[in-house]
């Protein structure tokens, strides 16, 4: 987690594969794990993954428990986040970026992204519902604030007052 425990950390991270733009609202999400398992994301995102194949094997959201996410002008640049604890709860502190996985959702790929809270008894974390053009679907979530990552709240504010379900 310290690779992207300030917000200035995890910018220089998405600068070192040359990703990220005027804006940069960055925090972290994590697979949903109480979602149907066959509507996880699969198949090719963008240009950065067109090679992965379709297969639950190859499917990144399916094979990764987190992914540190920089909405940017051009779209969502996302670093998959490797496990180095056990996966109890989810939190940053367990956690590590996986930079050689990188890849680029842009915003022409994507049909829908829709934010809504993770259920009726708690508004503490937000369920991101993501659906390409090519039919691929995601299912993640997000805590609103997480008091490891300081910039979490600030950022996931501002892709919410853009994606959030009213």
């Given at each position: 987690?310290e690779?992207?425990?300030?917000?200035?950390?995890?910018?220089?991270?998405?600068k070192?594969?040359?990703?990220?733009?005027?804006?940069n609202n960055i925090?972290?999400?994590?697979?949903?794990?109480?979602?149907?398992?066959?509507?996880?994301?699969?198949?090719?995102?963008?240009?950065?993954?067109?090679?992965?194949?379709?297969?639950?094997?190859?499917n990144?959201f399916?094979?990764?428990?987190?992914?540190?996410?920089?909405?940017?002008?051009?779209?969502i640049?996302?670093?998959?986040?490797?496990?180095?604890?056990t996966?109890?709860?989810?939190?940053?502190?367990?956690?590590?970026?996986?930079?050689?996985?990188?890849?680029?959702?842009?915003?022409?790929?994507?049909q829908?992204?829709?934010?809504?809270?993770?259920?009726?008894?708690?508004?503490?974390?937000?369920a991101?519902?993501?659906v390409?053009?090519n039919?691929?679907?995601?299912?993640?979530?997000?805590?609103?604030a997480d008091?490891?990552?300081?910039?979490?709240?600030?950022?996931?504010?501002?892709?919410?007052?853009v994606?959030?379900?009213?």
């Open positions: 987690m690779q992207f425990s300030t917000y200035e950390k995890a910018l220089n991270l998405f070192s594969v040359n990703c990220f733009g005027n804006v925090f972290i999400v994590y697979k949903n794990t109480s979602a149907n398992p066959m509507a996880s994301l699969g198949g090719a995102i963008g240009g950065a993954v067109a090679a992965m194949s379709d297969s639950s094997s190859q990144i399916r094979n990764t428990d987190g992914f540190l996410f920089n909405q940017t002008e051009f779209g640049a996302v670093i998959p986040l490797r496990a180095t604890k996966l109890l709860t989810y939190s940053p502190d367990k956690f590590e970026p996986d930079i050689i996985r990188f890849f680029l959702i842009r915003n022409e790929d994507i829908s992204l829709e934010v809504k809270n993770f259920n009726i008894f708690n508004k503490k974390i937000q991101i519902n993501l390409l053009k039919g691929t679907k995601g299912n993640l979530m997000a805590y609103v008091k490891k990552l300081p910039y979490q709240e600030q950022c996931f504010a501002n892709f919410c007052s994606f959030k379900k009213k």
